[in-house]
């Protein structure tokens, strides 16, 4: 159960959310870009297209001040009131030295602790399977999260989503959308219980449901959510928040639930190009853990245009603020891998493999996979978690360096990248498993074992 | 240096100073005020969008070479209406549906849409299909831009399209949809007469859509 004064006062920031300072969203958006700009200078980052995972502490340490810089002085944006909800050096630092360093999720046997980890960390990050919310039918919902819940690395799961519930499309503020979230979390318990898990966590066990009055509404034991079961918060991007999220803060801070907060800035947008969005990005932790309360973060930075975090600036982003928070902080902090191509494809394991080690030797924990740009309905399997968590144990269990990192991430990237505009989307989950098993199919196996292979002669060998 | 050139020079710099006086040089020499903002400061924006599309530069770039275009616009319009003349504008009512608060997708049309000579009337976002179609009625636009980034708010897409109809004005507007989980397919299939994959794609179909230069995927 969470320690109410390890975290600042949420009445506080509610006070703060309408006594702030009252300006213009667009103005904010521009104050943004700015800021950002001009920090980059003034700290002297450079992103460096060769140099995917930096081995320049210097660096990723003035990215981490950089980010306080900014959180300070830009503060958080309540679309609601129009205000900034500014906080203190003091209060940040406050926030930082009192944060939880440990989060536990499961029950009994499945009961999993999460700490923070550290660069090149040679303990195993810990796995979040999940569907990322990818809209898939209500006939397939279940299989699909078993896919994932049955997987032997999945610490916790969560799960896809489904657009239409008993034949009425699932419609944001109606009451279907309440209907469709009970459904959802019911679901997601069974799906644990038919894979043989039946206390595993849930990190978030509500996907269908978006406002809070749906996702209160499935918050219950006989629905399946139980205590070591969590949801995630996420801020508008890029600094914002409002009272529909705050909504869900004040219910969960009471709860017995795991409160994460999700992050996913756009690389491109209003924080500017890699290095901008990378400095927003770590602040966005600190929104996180100072007006969500959050106990743990979760990241899916993403290309503007490509909407994936594969791409070299991606991964080079992914890989610094993962060092810059790892070195500077005890956050405990989930890298969401999003990839361009699809299920079943040789891209897509190129791409979970190069996202899953720049995540891990970065001080990350794991919560793959979004897949085919996180937009194809049913797109999607267990098998993609299954390759980013093989791949992340075994980067810590070899004790990989940044340098050979490094070397084996550019090998993949230059392998895939010119694909990415037009990534192949792939199977769906009944072409690339097979339902009665609910197992992938041998050509997906075949095509990963290959994969392992092609991996092994750049030396980096997964069993 | 021609003049033409050094407004897009202006617009690409981001340098409102200089587009403003600019404009007014234009208009000291006689330039229409049309023909200098197309051939002008619209080419400086459509070098941005080019720019932007392979990033190249980022959306703060954009925002501030959008601010200097608009800032030149201005001084045209201003004379425009000393003259009880008005620039030629077609009208898009934009906005991201109902449940929706996720809106830099629309943010950034919105910016390139304005860049092109469009004129833009911004709903916001979390717009209900009735304020869309009050809005439809008291400004006539020519086409109506929805954004959605949920599959739970996408569905209200739909739900405008067939409200236009039983108020009998679909005959009378474009409907373009866009945001990641819209896909070109489903976009059809509701009935919409375009689809936006990217901001720049958007400017394209809203061209094509009502005869202006441009294509895409309008229907």
Request: aromatic share 8%.
């Amino acid at each position: 159960m969470r320690d109410q004064g390890k975290f600042f006062n949420f009445l506080e920031v509610i006070k703060r959310t309408e006594s702030g300072e009252r300006i213009k969203e667009t103005d904010y958006d521009k104050e943004l870009g700015k800021k950002t700009l001009a920090l980059t200078k003034q700290y002297e980052i450079r992103y460096d297209p060769n140099l995917l995972i930096p081995t320049n502490d210097g660096m990723v340490d003035r990215i981490f001040q950089a980010a306080v810089d900014l959180f300070l002085d830009l503060g958080v944006y309540c679309t609601d009131t129009q205000r900034v909800i500014r906080f203190t050096q003091e209060e940040l630092q406050w926030a930082l030295e009192n944060v939880p360093q440990e989060v536990q999720y499961g029950r009994e046997k499945e009961t999993v602790s999460v700490y923070p980890r550290k660069v090149e960390d040679r303990r195993d990050p810990a796995c979040f399977f999940s569907a990322v919310g990818t809209p898939v039918t209500e006939e397939m919902f279940l299989s699909v999260a078993q896919s994932y819940a049955q997987e032997p690395l999945a610490d916790t799961f969560s799960g896809p989503l489904i657009i239409s519930y008993k034949g009425m499309p699932v419609t944001s503020g109606s009451p279907i959308e309440v209907e469709a979230a009970i459904w959802n979390t019911q679901m997601l318990r069974e799906a644990a219980k038919q894979a043989g898990r039946p206390h595993i966590g849930i990190h978030n066990f509500q996907s269908t449901g978006e406002k809070t009055d749906a996702t209160i509404a499935s918050a219950q034991e006989k629905f399946g959510a139980f205590p070591g079961d969590g949801l995630l918060v996420a801020a508008i991007a890029e600094m914002k928040v409002d009272f529909e999220r705050l909504k869900k803060v004040a219910f969960l801070r009471q709860s017995p639930y795991v409160l994460g907060a999700l992050y996913g800035p756009l690389m491109g947008g209003y924080a500017g190009g890699p290095e901008g969005t990378a400095i927003a990005l770590v602040a966005h932790h600190f929104l996180g853990l100072l007006v969500f309360s959050a106990e743990r973060h979760n990241s899916f930075p993403i290309h503007i245009h490509h909407v994936c975090n594969t791409s070299r600036d991606m991964l080079w982003l992914i890989s610094v603020v993962g060092q810059a928070l790892a070195r500077n902080s005890h956050l405990i902090f989930a890298s969401n891998a999003f990839m361009a191509s699809g299920p079943c494809t040789d891209m897509v394991i190129d791409e979970l493999c190069a996202q899953s080690i720049a995540s891990t030797v970065s001080g990350w924990h794991l919560n793959p996979a979004a897949v085919a740009k996180n937009r194809h309905p049913m797109r999607c399997s267990g098998m993609e978690p299954r390759i980013h968590a093989e791949v992340g144990h075994q980067v810590a269990k070899v004790g990989l360096t940044r340098k050979e990192a490094n070397r084996i991430v550019l090998r993949l990237v230059e392998g895939y990248e010119k694909r990415i505009p037009e990534a192949p989307i792939g199977k769906m989950f009944d072409e690339c498993y097979q339902l009665d098993k609910i197992r992938p199919t041998d050509e997906y196996e075949s095509l990963l074992a290959m994969k392992k292979k092609e991996w092994k002669s750049l030396g980096f060998e997964v069993i | 240096m021609d003049l033409f050139k050094k407004m897009a020079e202006a617009v690409i710099e981001g340098d409102e100073e200089r587009t403003v006086s600019l404009a007014k040089e234009a208009l000291s020499k006689g330039v229409n005020p049309t023909e200098a903002i197309e051939k002008g400061f619209a080419e400086g924006m459509k070098e941005i969008g080019r720019l932007f599309e392979t990033l190249e530069i980022y959306l703060p770039q954009v925002i501030v070479s959008a601010d200097a275009m608009t800032a030149g616009v201005e001084v045209f319009r201003q004379y425009l209406l000393g003259q009880e003349g008005e620039l030629p504008k077609t009208t898009v009512l934009l906005g991201t549906i109902e449940g929706d608060v996720h809106d830099i997708g629309k943010n950034i049309v919105k910016i390139m849409l304005e860049s092109n000579g469009f004129k833009v009337y911004d709903l916001g976002r979390d717009v209900p299909v009735f304020n869309f179609i009050e809005k439809v009625k008291e400004l006539s636009p020519d086409i109506v831009g929805v954004s959605a980034l949920m599959t739970t708010t996408m569905v209200y897409m739909p739900k405008l399209i067939e409200a236009l109809k039983e108020e009998g004005l679909r005959g009378k507007v474009k409907v373009m949809v866009g945001g990641a989980p819209v896909l070109p397919k489903w976009a059809k299939e509701i009935g919409a007469d375009g689809y936006g994959e990217s901001a720049m794609e958007a400017v394209r179909v809203a061209k094509s859509l009502v005869g202006l230069q441009g294509e895409g995927k309008g229907d």
